[in-house]
């Protein structure tokens, strides 16, 4: 039973456009949310969180979007450049207990 | 960001070996954390532990164990390795702030059993 879903496993922008993330999730007692970045070959590095008490989160160029009533969070990085090509992955979770990860979307981006 | 560490990054080893895959981290977290991830799928919890001497099974069946003796280091041991256990092993620490947690991972062990 998967809380976390990433319904698109690949992603393709071309360099300076908005990339849009998405991720959806089935459990109403989620109240934090993250978005980690994983490149080949190496751990998944913490990219941006939100509580659910807020709608969005900006850091840079990174901005996160929360939409509690239809379960859904996206992940919009703008402009997008070619390093930021790799493997995004969002999780989810709550006080005392364990994070759910979806299956990740690999974001390719074109120069 | 969390210093945490994993070696070795890559191993290939025979069927029946036992072999340990060690973690550390510098930045005195209590809890840490064990996934294993195959290409395409979700991180599965194998592992977890809360402090010194608490260790607890995740969700994900695993012939591993493993051990918390000191707070910076939690090592994954399997008795015998099995080609089924070829993947990519995943530590992770974790600090709460506000109540929310953030978990902060180490590079990665691929593990190839032949």
């Known amino acids: 039973d998967q809380q976390v879903k990433q319904n698109s496993p690949s992603l393709s922008v071309q360099e300076g456009r908005i990339s849009i993330l998405n991720c959806d999730y089935t459990?109403?007692?989620?109240?934090?949310f993250l978005w980690y970045k994983k490149y080949p070959a190496e751990g998944p590095t913490f990219l941006i969180s939100?509580?659910?008490?807020?709608d969005k989160n900006e850091d840079g160029r990174f901005t996160v979007f929360l939409n509690k009533s239809a379960k859904h969070l996206s992940l919009h990085i703008v402009p997008s450049q070619p390093g930021d090509s790799a493997v995004y992955f969002c999780?989810?979770?709550?006080?005392?207990?364990?994070?759910?990860f979806g299956t990740g979307t690999s974001l390719t981006v074109i120069p | 960001e969390a210093d945490i560490y994993q070696t070795p990054r890559y191993l290939v080893i025979g069927t029946g070996k036992k072999i340990t895959l060690e973690c550390s981290q510098t930045?005195?977290?209590?809890?840490m954390y064990w996934y294993q991830q195959d290409p395409g799928m979700e991180l599965h919890l194998i592992h977890y532990?809360?402090?010194?001497?608490?260790?607890e099974k995740g969700d994900l069946s695993s012939e591993s164990t493993v051990s918390r003796i000191r707070t910076e280091h939690f090592p994954l041991t399997l008795e015998s390795a099995r080609p089924s256990h070829t993947s990519q092993y995943l530590c992770?620490?974790?600090?709460?702030?506000?109540?929310?947690?953030?978990?902060?991972f180490g590079p990665g062990t691929r593990l190839l059993v032949l």
């Open positions: 992770a620490s974790s600090e709460t702030g506000a109540g929310q947690e953030t978990q902060y």
């Open positions: 459990n109403s007692m989620f109240d934090y």
């Open positions: 939100i509580s659910s008490i807020k």
């Open positions: 999780a989810a979770n709550f006080v005392g207990n364990q994070f759910y």
């Open positions: 930045m005195g977290h209590d809890k």
């Open positions: 532990s809360y402090g010194v001497n608490s260790t």
